[in-house]
C-alpha cells in the first residue's frame, strides 16, 4: 500500500486541481437553480398571501366594518371596552370582546388579540352551544384577519375555511359572508362603540336587525341607545325625538330588568319637559343592581341638568371608583364643580367675598383637573377643549386659554352644533377677555351661518350678533357693516321690514361715502 500511495504523489497536486475545478463547475451550475427556487417560493408566498387577502376583503368583521376610529382615541375607545366588560350587566359579551380584539390588534398587540378572541370562542359556546357556528362568523373572521397580520398564512387560511363551510352549511349565496341579522346587530355594536362618526351607520344595522326579527330584546336595545346616541348628536326635531322616545319604552318592553335603558328613557323624558316622569324612571334604576356604574354616571346627569348637583356629586364619585379612566364620569364632574361655581356667584350677586371667593376658586381649581385628566383621556373631546378654557380664562390665565381654544377649532368636528358652540364660545371669549368686538362678531357670524337650522349656540350667536351690532350704533349710527349686520340679524329672524330699513340706510351711507371719496378724488 505504501508503495502505491508512493507512486500517487506526484499526481496530489493535479487531484486537488481538478476537485476544485470539479467543485467550483458544480457550484455555479446550481447556483441559479437554487436562486430560482428560493424566488419560486418567494413568488408563492406573496401569490398566497395575495389570494388569501382577497378573501379576507369579503369577510364580515371588525377589519372589513370600516369603523372611524382616529389614532389619538384608540386608547379611550380601550378604556370604554374594559368598563363595559367589568361594569355593564349585558347577555351580550362576545361582541364586546371582538372589539376588545380588534383594538389590541390597533394597538399592536396582537397576541393579546388572539387571547380576547379566545374569550369570544369560549362565550358563544357558554351562550350560543346550539347555534355556535353561525355566531362564531366574526370571530373566525376576526381571526383570519389577525393572522393574515401576523403573517401566519396557514392559520389565516383554516379560518377562512371555517367560513366558507358554515356559509355552505347555511346555503349562503356568497363563501365568505352571511346575511343574518346576528351579524348585523354585531356590526351595529361596533360602531356604536367606536364613536359618533359611526352612529348613523350603527342605527342602519340594527334597523336591518329588527326588520328580520322585531320581537328581539339585542337588536332592540342596540337600536334604542343608538337613537339616543344620535338624539344628542344631532339637531333634534319632534319626529326624531318622538322616535327616539319610542325606541326606548320599545326597548324596556322587551327588556324590562335593564336598568341602563330605564336611565337613558329618563333623560329623554326631562329633554322632552317630562323631568317627574323621568324623575321616576331614575329612581327606579337606582334601586337596581344590574349596571350600577353606569346607571350612576347617566343618573348623575339628570339631577345636574335639573339642578341637584349635591345628588349628582355622590353618585359620580362612586361611578368613578369602579371606572378611574372615565372620560365621561371626569367630565361630569368638572361640569358639577362649575355649576356649584355659578351657584355661588349669583348667591352673591357676582362678587363673592371672603368663605365664598375661597370656594369659588376651590372649585374653579378642582373643575381645572377634572377637565385636564378628561382631555389626558381623550384629546379630541371638544367640548372639554372649550370647557377648559373658559376656566383658563375665569382663572385669570388668558394665554392658555387661547391656546385651548385654538386647539378646539382645529379639531375635526363632524356635529355641525358642536362647531357651532365653539364659534360661540370663542365669540365670547373675544368680546369679553380679549375687548375684541371685531373678532367677536367674526366667529358668532361663523356660528350664525354655518347652518340655516335652528340651535342654541345658532341662537345665542345670534343674539350676540344683535346687541354688538346695536352697540356700536349707539357710537356710530353711520357704521355700514354695523348696520348690515343688523339687518341680516333681523332677515334671519324673519323680521323683513327691520331688515329692509337697515339694508336701506347702509345702501344710502355707502352711495355718500362713494361721492364723498369721488370728490377727493377729483380735487
Given at each position: 500500500m505504501s508503495t502505491y500511495l508512493r507512486a500517487l504523489a506526484p499526481w496530489v497536486g493535479t487531484f486537488q486541481l481538478l476537485l476544485a475545478i470539479y467543485k467550483q463547475n458544480i457550484a455555479s451550475s446550481w447556483t441559479p437553480a437554487i436562486q430560482n427556487y428560493k424566488e419560486t417560493v418567494i413568488m408563492s408566498d406573496e401569490s398566497n398571501g395575495n389570494l388569501i387577502k382577497d378573501k379576507l376583503v369579503q369577510l364580515r368583521c371588525h377589519f372589513t366594518w370600516n369603523l372611524l376610529i382616529e389614532d389619538v382615541e384608540v386608547s379611550d375607545l380601550e378604556n370604554r371596552v374594559f368598563d363595559e366588560i367589568l361594569c355593564l350587566d349585558t347577555k351580550y359579551n362576545v361582541a364586546i370582546y371582538n372589539l376588545l380584539a380588534y383594538v389590541k390588534h390597533l394597538k399592536g398587540q396582537n397576541e393579546e388579540a388572539l387571547e380576547s378572541l379566545k374569550k369570544a370562542e369560549d362565550l358563544i359556546q357558554q351562550e350560543h352551544a346550539n347555534q355556535s357556528d353561525l355566531r362564531s362568523l366574526v370571530t373566525w373572521g376576526n381571526y383570519a384577519w389577525l393572522y393574515y397580520h401576523m403573517g401566519r398564512l396557514a392559520?389565516?387560511?383554516?379560518?377562512?375555511?371555517?367560513?366558507?363551510?358554515?356559509?355552505?352549511?347555511?346555503?349562503?349565496?356568497?363563501?365568505?359572508?352571511?346575511?343574518?341579522?346576528?351579524?348585523?346587530?354585531?356590526?351595529?355594536?361596533?360602531?356604536?362603540?367606536?364613536?359618533?362618526?359611526?352612529?348613523?351607520?350603527?342605527?342602519?344595522?340594527?334597523?336591518?336587525?329588527?326588520?328580520?326579527?322585531?320581537?328581539?330584546?339585542?337588536?332592540?336595545?342596540?337600536?334604542?341607545?343608538?337613537?339616543?346616541?344620535?338624539?344628542?348628536?344631532?339637531?333634534?326635531?319632534?319626529?326624531?325625538?318622538?322616535?327616539?322616545?319610542?325606541?326606548?319604552?320599545?326597548?324596556?318592553?322587551?327588556?324590562?330588568?335593564?336598568?341602563?335603558?330605564?336611565?337613558?328613557?329618563?333623560?329623554?323624558?326631562?329633554?322632552?319637559?317630562?323631568?317627574?316622569?323621568?324623575?321616576?324612571?331614575?329612581?327606579?334604576?337606582?334601586?337596581?343592581?344590574?349596571?350600577q356604574t353606569y346607571v350612576f354616571r347617566?343618573?348623575?346627569?339628570?339631577?345636574?341638568?335639573?339642578?341637584?348637583?349635591?345628588?349628582?356629586?355622590?353618585?359620580?364619585?362612586k361611578a368613578l371608583q369602579a371606572t378611574p379612566n372615565s372620560v365621561f364620569v371626569?367630565?361630569?364632574?368638572?361640569?358639577?364643580?362649575?355649576?356649584?361655581?355659578?351657584?355661588?356667584?349669583?348667591?352673591?350677586?357676582?362678587?363673592?367675598?371672603?368663605?365664598?371667593?375661597?370656594?369659588?376658586h376651590r372649585l374653579l381649581q378642582l373643575a381645572i383637573a377634572e377637565l385636564e385628566k378628561t382631555l389626558q383621556l381623550k384629546p379630541t373631546n371638544e367640548m372639554a377643549h372649550v370647557e377648559l378654557a373658559d376656566m383658563y380664562a375665569e382663572n385669570g390665565d388668558p394665554t392658555r386659554a387661547e391656546e385651548m381654544f385654538q386647539k378646539a377649532l382645529r379639531l375635526e368636528v363632524c356635529n355641525p352644533h358642536l362647531q357651532q358652540e365653539i364659534y360661540y364660545?370663542?365669540?365670547?371669549?373675544?368680546?369679553?377677555?380679549?375687548?375684541?368686538?371685531?373678532?367677536?362678531?367674526?366667529?358668532?357670524?361663523?356660528?350664525?351661518?354655518?347652518?340655516?337650522?335652528?340651535?342654541?349656540?345658532?341662537?345665542?350667536?345670534?343674539?350676540?350678533?344683535?346687541?354688538?351690532?346695536?352697540?356700536?350704533?349707539?357710537?356710530?349710527?353711520?357704521?355700514?357693516?354695523?348696520?348690515?349686520?343688523?339687518?341680516?340679524?333681523?332677515?334671519?329672524?324673519?323680521?323683513?321690514?327691520?331688515?329692509?330699513?337697515?339694508?336701506?340706510?347702509?345702501?344710502?351711507?355707502?352711495?355718500?361715502?362713494?361721492t364723498l371719496w369721488d370728490m377727493i378724488d377729483g380735487r
Open positions: 392559520d389565516a387560511r383554516m379560518y377562512l375555511d371555517k367560513v366558507e363551510n358554515t356559509c355552505k352549511e347555511f346555503a349562503s349565496p356568497y363563501c365568505y359572508r352571511m346575511e343574518c341579522p346576528e351579524m348585523d346587530c354585531e356590526e351595529g355594536w361596533a360602531l356604536l362603540k367606536c364613536g359618533g362618526k359611526n352612529y348613523e351607520q350603527a342605527k342602519a344595522c340594527f334597523e336591518k336587525a329588527l326588520k328580520v326579527d322585531p320581537e328581539n330584546p339585542e337588536f332592540s336595545t342596540g337600536y334604542a341607545i343608538t337613537s339616543y346616541r344620535l338624539n344628542s348628536f344631532n339637531k333634534v326635531t319632534e319626529t326624531t325625538e318622538a322616535s327616539c322616545l319610542q325606541a326606548l319604552k320599545e326597548a324596556i318592553r322587551l327588556n324590562p330588568e335593564n336598568a341602563y335603558i330605564k336611565v337613558l328613557l329618563a333623560l329623554k323624558l326631562q329633554d322632552m319637559g317630562q323631568e317627574a316622569e323621568g324623575e321616576k324612571y331614575t329612581e327606579e334604576a337606582l334601586t337596581s343592581e344590574s349596571s347617566y343618573a348623575a346627569k339628570f339631577y345636574r341638568r335639573k339642578g341637584s348637583v349635591d345628588k349628582a356629586l355622590p353618585l359620580l364619585r371626569h367630565h361630569q364632574i368638572a361640569i358639577c364643580y362649575k355649576t356649584q361655581m355659578i351657584q355661588i356667584k349669583k348667591a352673591t350677586n357676582w362678587q363673592p367675598r371672603g368663605r365664598d371667593k375661597e370656594e369659588v364660545r370663542y365669540g365670547q371669549f373675544q368680546e369679553y377677555q380679549k375687548s375684541s368686538e371685531a373678532d367677536a362678531i367674526t366667529y358668532h357670524l361663523k356660528a350664525v351661518m354655518l347652518t340655516e337650522e335652528s340651535s342654541s349656540p345658532r341662537d345665542k350667536s345670534m343674539r350676540s350678533l344683535e346687541r354688538l351690532a346695536q352697540k356700536k350704533l349707539r357710537r356710530n349710527a353711520s357704521d355700514i357693516r354695523s348696520l348690515s349686520i343688523l339687518g341680516f340679524v333681523h332677515k334671519l329672524k324673519g323680521e323683513m321690514n327691520e331688515a329692509l330699513e337697515c339694508y336701506e340706510r347702509a345702501l344710502r351711507l355707502s352711495a355718500e361715502l362713494r
